[in-house]
């Protein structure tokens, strides 16, 4: 196998490492516009001041859009402080509107039901253990208030095995939902193809939950 699975120890210097030797529009999940997630994201429909984070955000555009949308209460989670820090400089002025949470989601500990929408985008599948899973699947469950969304994009059963030299555990809906348990209704469930940026595509489900 010429992935790796990291433990909580090593995780930190891992994506510290990418962020600090890599240039973003090279890394393989770099999307310049991202459409889906915004579309998703309307769709959930909230009010601009509702509470939004945006999980293993790195150094997406994400954030800026939604600002630029209006949304006033935004915050992205990461466990790099160096995309965080570049994220929030790429974002100029816009940047000082988002909350910028440097953080290990597994082990982070939110205030209970702070956030009504949660977005992660290829963050989830590095989770390959039933015990990292399951700390994902509480720091959730914690973080977002009931009748809250989750839009969780993973690698698909048919997408890569592998992403930034770690293995990844692929999904789908069910899987997904197995794995968030019986506080959470899966809603949406989509199929989309990324591109990245040396041209391979690469296979993502994107499933939509609703928080009961
Ligand atoms: C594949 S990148 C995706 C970045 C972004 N969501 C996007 O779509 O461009 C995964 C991100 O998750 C972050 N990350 C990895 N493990 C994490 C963890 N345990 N807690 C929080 N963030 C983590 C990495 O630093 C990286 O920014």
Redesign the pocket.
């Known amino acids: 196998m010429s992935g790796t699975d990291t433990g909580n120890e090593d ?1 930190h210097a891992h ?1 510290k490492n ?2 600090t030797t890599r240039d973003a529009d090279k ?1 393989s ?3 310049a516009d ?1 459409a889906l997630s915004m579309k998703l994201i309307s769709q959930a429909g909230r009010r601009r001041d509702s509470a939004i984070i ?7 555009p ?1 954030a800026g859009l939604l600002v630029e949308q209006g949304y006033s209460n935004v915050a992205v ?4 402080e160096a ?1 965080l820090a570049q994220a929030h400089q790429d974002l100029g002025g816009l940047g000082d509107d988002v909350t910028w949470i440097a ?4 082990d ?1 500990q939110p205030v209970p039901g702070l956030f009504d929408v949660w977005h ?4 989830c599948h ?1 989770f390959t253990t039933p015990e990292d899973q399951a700390a994902y699947a509480r720091t959730l469950g914690t973080a977002l208030a009931p009748d809250g969304i989750a839009i969780i994009a993973t690698f698909a059963l048919d997408g890569p095995e592998r ?2 030299g770690l293995n990844v555990a692929r999904h789908d809906g069910a899987s997904l939902s197995a794995m968030l348990g019986t506080g959470f209704v899966l809603e949406q469930e989509l199929a989309d193809t990324h591109l990245t940026p040396s041209g391979a595509e690469q296979r993502f489900c994107w499933c939509v939950f609703r928080r009961l």
């Open positions: 995780r994506w990418v962020w890394v999940w770099f999307q991202p945006d999980v293993g955000g790195g150094r997406s994400l989670l990461d466990i790099a995309a953080a290990d989601v597994l982070w992660d985008r290829a963050l590095f992403c930034s």
